[in-house]
């Protein structure tokens, strides 16, 4: 594994107020402190027959307008850009470990950002969305275009609500999730965090009481359970061999939901975690867990926190 020194991170930028929340995450989290951080905008340039326009007497005026207009947004998302590093610079990054990159659209705007994540990066950061002209790096359509493409690198989706020191990491004991502690073992080992382990099954509440036992008799719960206890020491180990001390994990184990999604989302809201750790995709050897769509639904209803998606 790489160490946070040599980690390099994309953080897709627009200048909206989505995208300085992901500043502001960024900035308060002390692990990406010792990141290397891009800031990367895909800016739409205007079409090259507009220059050609200018030459010709009956648009000319027009041409220069517009073209002056291009300049002017130029001019702000760079403006911007330049604020956002300074207020990284501000919060203890080193000057050589934050650059700015504008990037002119070819294929579109989040299939630019998927083959510029695929240069050495270590993950991928986002806002929620952004707004208005320029400001459309990460609308909500391209944030979930990224979240779906970006199947290679850990995609981290940030809301407005600054981080804590309070993460709740749903794991089963798939290979998936597996991948999910240890890329949180890698960020946070060292630090002073609290990490809850987190795992839902579905089960007798969700069917009707008379009938529960035919659907998941108590058998198959104690099994599951104890599945899950197997899943949560296999994560410990993971986390405590990167320097996670015992007293930092916790682990919480409820049973009966009809959701998992909305148990990961209940618990995260009542526990005030600001930031939610998911595996892509998994499958457990009780049921399967961290889903395509579980992921998908967490990150659908929960809009204010930060939602990390490890591949």
Excluded: C
């Amino acid at each position: 594994m790489k160490n946070q020194s040599q980690q390099k991170v994309l953080l897709t930028f627009d200048g909206s107020e989505h995208a300085f929340h992901a500043i502001n995450y960024v900035s308060k989290l002390t692990p990406f402190h010792k990141m290397k951080i891009v800031l990367f905008n895909v800016f739409s340039s205007i079409p090259e027959a507009y220059a050609d326009l200018e030459k010709d007497p009956q648009f000319s005026r027009s041409a220069r307008e517009v073209m002056a207009w291009e300049m002017q947004q130029k001019k702000e998302i760079q403006n911007a850009m330049e604020n956002a590093k300074q207020k990284l610079l501000h919060s203890g990054f080193s000057s050589d470990a934050v650059s700015i990159r504008i990037h002119n659209k070819k294929e579109g705007i989040a299939r630019d950002i998927v083959k510029e994540a695929r240069n050495g990066y270590d993950a991928v950061i986002i806002g929620r969305r952004g707004t208005g002209t320029y400001k459309e790096v990460i609308v909500g359509s391209v944030a979930k275009k990224i979240v779906e493409k970006v199947i290679f690198l850990p995609v981290l989706m940030i809301g407005e609500i600054p981080p804590d020191n309070k993460f709740l990491l749903a794991v089963d004991n798939s290979e998936n999730a597996i991948r999910a502690v240890d890329y949180i073992a890698r960020v946070l080992g060292g630090f002073d965090f609290k990490i809850t382990l987190f795992h839902a099954i579905r089960g007798a509440q969700s069917t009707h009481s008379g009938i529960a036992h035919l659907f998941f008799p108590k058998e198959s719960l104690e099994d599951a359970e104890a599945g899950v206890m197997t899943a949560f020491d296999n994560a410990k180990r993971h986390l405590e061999d990167a320097g996670i001390t015992s007293g930092q994990i916790s682990t919480k184990l409820v049973s009966g939901v009809p959701s998992r999604a909305e148990a990961i989302i209940r618990e995260a809201r009542e526990g005030d975690y600001g930031t939610i750790v998911l595996g892509r995709r998994g499958l457990s050897k009780v049921q399967a867990f961290l889903l395509g769509r579980v992921s998908n639904k967490v990150i659908s209803i929960i809009r204010r926190r930060a939602v990390w998606i490890v591949t």
